[in-house]
């Protein structure tokens, strides 16, 4: 599975390894989210890599086990 992951992208097994890629910034010395607004198009991407996998493990699954990861907020969840 990591060898086609990462043949698909490497960015969505980094994802399915280590979480979602959250934009935060530091406001009055604490750390935020990021708001969608301020993101680039290289974070945007980077963000879209949690959702691509998500798609692709979505669509290789059993109409069973896709009710029981529905609930998954997260690749590294559903994995």
């Known amino acids: 599975m990591q060898i086609f992951w990462k ?3 490497s960015g969505s097994w980094n994802v399915i390894m280590n979480g ?3 934009l935060m910034h530091v406001i009055n010395n604490m750390n935020e989210e990021e708001d969608l607004y301020l993101w680039t198009v290289d974070k945007t991407g980077k963000a879209q890599y949690d959702i691509k996998a998500r798609n ?3 669509f290789t699954l059993t109409l069973g086990e896709f ?6 907020k997260t690749t590294k969840d559903m994995w």
């Not at 009710?67 to 998954?72: A, K, L």
Request: with cysteine; hydrophobic share 55%; proline share 7%.
């Open 20 to 22: 979602p890629f959250i």
């Open 7 to 9: 043949y698909v992208d």
């Open 56 to 58: 692709i493990i979505a």
């Open 67 to 72: 009710y029981m990861t529905s609930i998954c």
